[in-house]
């Protein structure tokens, strides 16, 4: 005799409720919506910075094709890390130089633009002098930035750059500028010899860069109403003013409004209180306008 034991079923477990379910097909075109952003933006990323003008932004390919289909002519823009009182921000001249180079080639076409040069003369280290005084300054001697910007100019002429553009954001090393351009064509000239395929290269300070910020700029504020105590030789109004044009985040504009006003002990000459971007961007035009121009007619030949 079989003996029949009682089944025993468990009774049914309590299940904690579900996210909806999502349907198959609806999966699907999630994944192939996904798939398709990743294959399309990744080109349109490359193009972007295939198209820059920054040097480098550009693959070595890149830039060796956009030089073989006319893009011949280089910005080299200058900077420098120079203390400009409490208020505004130790790279205010990198900033404004790459910037503003990178408009001034956007318009000229066909032009690259190198790395900012960073590392200028800013007087003297030991015994500390001018804007050395103050913390975060950074100078170098006037020959080893001569040197700099020949090697720079050198390296851009051998890769087939034909005209080299010098573009200084700070009045300390115009000159310096001049001198490195004028050494360069001299050298390049009597090089014509070896290399007559480089023969035509040149080198150009770009004075007017600078130049219009002391000048037309100055009596475009004059006009507005601005003192020359206010628009000031070295972190003003002027100086503010072309910062927040082109970053204002380099410009401590809250504590500039509510904290004490700095003078020449605190490195600063003007008075950086009412400067707003409107007025640099009155500036920002002027610089690229004059720079274009200028640069126009130096590729007359």
């Known amino acids: 005799m079989t003996l029949q034991l009682p089944l025993r079923i468990a009774p049914p477990a309590t299940l904690a409720p579900c996210a909806p ?24 990323m490359a193009a972007s910075s295939g198209n820059s003008v920054m040097l480098e932004d550009l693959t070595s390919t890149e830039l060796r094709t956009r030089i073989d289909h006319g893009a011949t002519t280089v910005i080299v823009p200058i900077g420098g890390v120079e203390q400009s009182g409490p208020y505004i921000a130790l790279g205010k001249h990198n900033v404004r130089a790459g910037i503003l180079a990178r408009q001034i080639a956007q318009k000229l076409g066909n032009t690259i633009v190198a790395p900012v040069v960073s590392y200028v003369p800013e007087g003297s280290i030991n015994p500390p002098a001018g804007h050395m005084r103050h913390a975060g300054t950074i100078s170098i001697p006037p020959a080893a ?12 002429r051998q890769h087939g750059f034909r005209d080299i553009v010098f573009v200084g954001d700070h009045g300390g090393y115009q000159k310096n500028e001049q001198n490195v351009a004028n050494k360069l064509n001299h050298a390049w000239s009597k090089s014509a010899v070896t290399k007559p395929a480089a023969s035509d290269a040149r080198a150009h300070a770009l004075l007017d860069y600078y130049d219009i910020t002391q000048t037309a700029y100055i009596a475009q504020l004059q006009k507005r109403g601005y003192s020359n105590a206010e628009i000031g030789l070295h972190a003003g109004l002027a100086d503010a003013a072309l910062m927040l044009a082109t970053d204002p985040s380099l410009v ?20 950086a209180t009412r400067a707003t971007a409107e007025l640099g961007e009155i500036g920002v035009k002027l610089q690229v306008d004059t720079s274009v121009a200028a640069i126009k007619k130096l590729l007359e030949r």
């Open 21 to 44: 379910l999502i349907p198959f097909k609806a999966v699907g075109a999630m994944l192939a919506l996904s798939l398709s952003c990743l294959i399309v933006s990744t080109p349109v």
């Open 252 to 271: 401590r504009s809250e504590a500039m409004a509510h904290g004490p006003k700095p003078g020449v002990a605190d490195g600063v000459r003007g008075d």
């Open 145 to 156: 930035f001569e040197a700099l910007l020949e090697g720079t100019a050198a390296s851009l």
